[in-house]
Nanobody
Framework: QVQFTESGGGLVEPGESLKLSCTAS????????IGWYRQAPGKRREQVAA???????IVQSSVEGRFTISRDNAKNTVYLQMNSLRPEDTAVYYC??????????WGQGTQVTVSS
């Protein structure tokens, strides 16, 4: 079992930045990639980015060039640096297994609201 704790969300204006943190605990050795996901009101949850233990990462095309994912393996923490935020980035952001997200791994998430 793995637990994920997300933090760093908030209310920002368009064009501003936020850095989200996701700390994993429990049987973290069972997971290679950790992914950031988001769910906007009325929409399906989608993967935004994911990063493997060796640092290989992928980023969804809609956020490429604006969002960067990184990880600190020693701290079991994955970060999502979000720049040039847009209103359409408004969502609850979660982390989970980046290869096979599990229903029992979803945490509370962190709310990101981009509005003027």
């Amino acid at each position: 079992q793995v637990q994920f704790t997300e933090s760093g969300g908030g209310l920002v204006e368009p064009g501003e930045s936020l850095k989200l943190s996701c700390t994993a605990s429990g049987n973290t050795a069972s997971i290679n990639a950790i992914g950031w996901y988001r769910q906007a009101p009325g929409k399906r949850r989608e993967q935004v980015a994911a990063i493997a233990r060796d640092g290989f990462s992928i980023v969804q095309s809609s956020v490429e060039g604006r969002f960067t994912i990184s990880r600190d393996n020693a701290k079991n923490t994955v970060y999502l640096q979000m720049n040039s935020l847009r209103p359409e980035d408004t969502a609850v952001y979660y982390c989970n297994d980046g290869d096979n997200p599990r229903a029992d791994y979803w945490g509370q998430g962190t709310q990101v609201t981009v509005s003027s």
